[in-house]
């Protein structure tokens, strides 16, 4: 069964600086997807970013950027000129393309404070 | 934009109660999915429907019954609530394939 971890229960960042958010998966498969996942304080969980693993190109959506490294089996979230509203609860998730599943796999979740 | 909703934001229940969480999604969504969340352990699946009146179940559903009847709403059903079902509740919906999965507000039941 496929696992995902994210070994940062929490992390902090200054305003305007960056950070980096870190995520790996254990699977056998070669073909799945990736996503990050935002859910602030008491709000509604909103997608991030999403990877297809036959992508070789980093995936990009504005200030938010991942480092997919497939053979590390490695997803880490970059997010640059940190704004106060990216303070929320990060996730990261797995989902497979085989057998017709759509079920997600998520991460624990990394608590992401901004300082200003 | 896509719209999920969920019946209630916060919910307090007794004990034995029969509980109904209800979800809405206008997309038109074929898939749909019901998850807890609770802190240090991120989300977990309870169960999933592909279509109407289709259910399979996820991680956890020891305790949940779910309802499909129509394309649109997907219900879960606590029959006989118990404490340890105090949790935030998560429903979500994508298309059929490859879709990205869209949440709802939660629903926070507390069982007392």
């Known amino acids: 069964a496929q696992t995902v971890t994210q070994s940062q229960p929490e992390m902090s960042v200054q305003e305007a600086e960056t950070v980096t958010l870190s995520c790996t998966y254990d699977?056998?498969?070669?073909?799945?997807?990736l996503f990050w996942y935002k859910q602030p304080p008491s709000r509604q969980m909103i997608l991030v970013i999403r990877?297809?693993?036959?992508?070789?190109q980093n995936a990009t959506e504005n200030r938010f950027s991942v480092n997919f490294q497939k053979a590390a089996k490695s997803f880490s979230l970059k997010i640059s000129d940190s704004q106060l509203g990216d303070a929320a609860m990060y996730f990261c998730?797995?989902?497979?393309?085989?057998?017709?599943?759509?079920?997600?796999?998520f991460g624990k979740g990394t608590k992401l404070t901004v300082n200003p | 934009d896509v719209k999920v909703t969920q019946s209630s934001r916060y919910l307090v229940k007794r004990t034995g109660e029969k509980v109904f969480l209800e979800c809405v999604q206008d997309?038109?969504?074929?898939?749909m999915f019901w998850y807890r969340q609770d802190p240090g352990l991120g989300l977990r699946l309870i169960y999933f429907?592909?279509?109407?009146?289709?259910?399979e179940k996820g991680d956890i559903p020891e305790g949940y019954s779910v309802s499909r009847e129509k394309k649109e709403r997907f219900s879960l059903i606590l029959e006989s609530a118990s404490t340890n079902q105090t949790s935030m509740y998560l429903c979500?919906?994508?298309?059929?394939?490859?879709?990205?999965?869209?949440f709802g507000p939660g629903t926070r039941l507390t069982v007392l």
């Open positions: 429907s592909y279509d109407v009146k289709m259910k």
């Open positions: 699977t056998s498969e070669s073909d799945y997807y």
């Open positions: 997309m038109d969504h074929e898939n």
């Open positions: 990877q297809e693993a036959y992508k070789q």
């Open positions: 979500a919906s994508s298309r059929r394939s490859g879709g990205t999965q869209y």
């Open positions: 998730a797995y989902r497979t393309t085989q057998g017709g599943s759509e079920k997600l796999v």
